[in-house]
C-alpha cells in the first residue's frame, strides 16, 4: 500500500476542493437555470388566460360590431324616401274597367312602403260612359293592400246620377272598385240632397248605397218633377 | 171592373147621403199644392240607382203633411230629372192630417198627384172606415176612388154627424 507524504496529502484534498467548487457552480447554473424556467412557466401561466380572454372578446365584439353595422346599413339603405312629382297609377279592377290614381305629389314611407299622396285624384270607370271622380287633400296608396285612403276634404263627383257627394274619408279598393266609407257623407245633385253615416259606391259609381247607423237614419230631400227643381 | 167602380161610386153616394164622412171631397183648398213641394225621405239604408232611388228598412217619405211608410220604398225618374214616381211595398202606411190608408202597394204619380194603393186597403178617416182592394188618392183635392178587388166587395162603417 502506497503511502503519501504531505505533498500527496495536499493535493488530494485540493483536487477535492477544486470538485466540490466544480460541482457547486454546476448545481448553482442549473438552478438558476430553472429558476429562470420556473419564471417563464409563471409568465406563460398568467399570460395565456389573459390572451385568450382578450381573443375571444375580440371575436365576441366583432361579431357584435358587425351585427349592428350590418343593421344600420340595411337600414340607412331602407330609410331612403322616394319622392314623386305629379305621379300616375293606372290599373284595372276585378271587372277589368280601368282606373287612374293621381296626385300632386307622393312620397314613399320608408317604414310603412306606402305612398303618401299630396293631392290626390282618383278617377274610376274611365272609358266608360260616366267617369266617377275624386278629389281630397291628401291621401296613402297601399300597394300591398290595394287600397287608397284619401282624405279629408273628399269631393265625389258621381258620373252616374250628378251627384256631387262630400265626405271625410273615402277607401278606395283599387282590386274590387268599390268605394267605401264611414264617416258620414252628404251629396247634393239634380235630384236634391242626401245625408248618411256611411256609403259605399259600386260598379266604378254605377251604383251608390247609403246607409244610417243606428237611430240616425238616412235623409234627404228629393226634387219633384211638378216642383221643378 | 165596371162592377168595381159602381161599387165606388155607390160609396161615394152613401157617404154624400149620410153627409158626414167626405171621403170623396174634402177641402181642396187646404190640400193644394202637396204635390208640388219637395219629398224630404227617410230610412235605415238606400240606394241611389240608375233610375232614381230605393229605400228600405223604416223607409219613409214626407211631402208637406202627408207621409208615406213602407217596408220598401222606390222613387223613379228619366235620367237627369226630377222623382216623377215612387212606389211602396210591404206594410203601407199613407198618412195625411185627415185620412189614414193602408194597403200591400202604393204607387204615386207626382205628375197627376195620384197615390193608387192596392192589396186589402183601409181607409180610415175618424171613426169611418172604408175597405176594398183598390184606392186611387189625389193628395192636392183629397178626391177618394174606393174599388172593390177580385171578388171582394166594398164595405164600410160610417158615423153619421152628430153620432157617439
Redesign the interface.
Known amino acids: 500500500m502506497p503511502e503519501f507524504g504531505p505533498e500527496g496529502v495536499g493535493q488530494d484534498q485540493e483536487a477535492v476542493e477544486t470538485r466540490r467548487a466544480e460541482d457547486e457552480a454546476r448545481l448553482a447554473q442549473a438552478a438558476a437555470k430553472w429558476r429562470a424556467r420556473s419564471r417563464r412557466v409563471q409568465l406563460y401561466r398568467r399570460l395565456l388566460p389573459i390572451l385568450i380572454v382578450v381573443l375571444a372578446g375580440g371575436a365576441f365584439t366583432w361579431t357584435v360590431f358587425r351585427t349592428v353595422i350590418s343593421g344600420v346599413e340595411r337600414k340607412a339603405a331602407q330609410s331612403r324616401e322616394v319622392r314623386l312629382d305629379n305621379p300616375m297609377f293606372h290599373g284595372q279592377d276585378a271587372q277589368g274597367r280601368s282606373f287612374l290614381i293621381g296626385a300632386a305629389g307622393a312620397v314613399r314611407d320608408p317604414n310603412t312602403g306606402h305612398f303618401r299622396l299630396n293631392g290626390p285624384v282618383l278617377r274610376l270607370n274611365l272609358g266608360g260612359r260616366k267617369v266617377t271622380q275624386m278629389t281630397a287633400d291628401a291621401g296613402i296608396y297601399d300597394e300591398v293592400k290595394r287600397t287608397v285612403t284619401i282624405g279629408p276634404n273628399v269631393r265625389i263627383t ?1 258620373g ?4 256631387t257627394l262630400t265626405t271625410p274619408e273615402a277607401v278606395v279598393d283599387t282590386a274590387t272598385g268599390i268605394t267605401t266609407g264611414n264617416k258620414g257623407i252628404e251629396g247634393h245633385g ?3 240632397t ?1 245625408s ?1 253615416s256611411s256609403y259605399a259606391i259600386y260598379d266604378q259609381g ?7 247607423s243606428g237611430d240616425n ?13 | 171592373m165596371n162592377r168595381t167602380v159602381i161599387a165606388g161610386v155607390s160609396a161615394a153616394v152613401g157617404l154624400a147621403v149620410v153627409g158626414g164622412a167626405a171621403f170623396a171631397q174634402t177641402s181642396a183648398r187646404a190640400r193644394s199644392n202637396v204635390s208640388d213641394q219637395p219629398i224630404m225621405v227617410g230610412a235605415d239604408g238606400g240606394e241611389r240607382t240608375n233610375t232614381g232611388f230605393a229605400l228600405r228598412g223604416r223607409a219613409e217619405v214626407t211631402q208637406g203633411q202627408n207621409r208615406l211608410r213602407a217596408d220598401s220604398i222606390v222613387g223613379t225618374n228619366a235620367e237627369g230629372q226630377n222623382i216623377s214616381t215612387v212606389t211602396a211595398t210591404g206594410n203601407v202606411y199613407y198618412v195625411t192630417p185627415n185620412e189614414t190608408i193602408r194597403g200591400d202597394r202604393a204607387v204615386y204619380t207626382v205628375s197627376s198627384a195620384t197615390i193608387v194603393v192596392t192589396g186589402d186597403v183601409i181607409l180610415t178617416q175618424g171613426k169611418n172606415v172604408l175597405t176594398g182592394g183598390r184606392l186611387s188618392y189625389n193628395i192636392d183635392t183629397g178626391q177618394t176612388d174606393m174599388a172593390a178587388g177580385g171578388n171582394g166587395r166594398i164595405q164600410g162603417v160610417f158615423y153619421p154627424q152628430g153620432s157617439n
Open positions: 258621381d252616374g246620377s250628378g251627384f239634380p235630384l236634391g242626401i248618411a254605377e251604383r251608390v248605397t247609403f246607409n244610417g237614419k238616412i235623409r234627404g230631400v228629393f226634387n219633384t218633377t211638378r216642383s221643378g227643381g
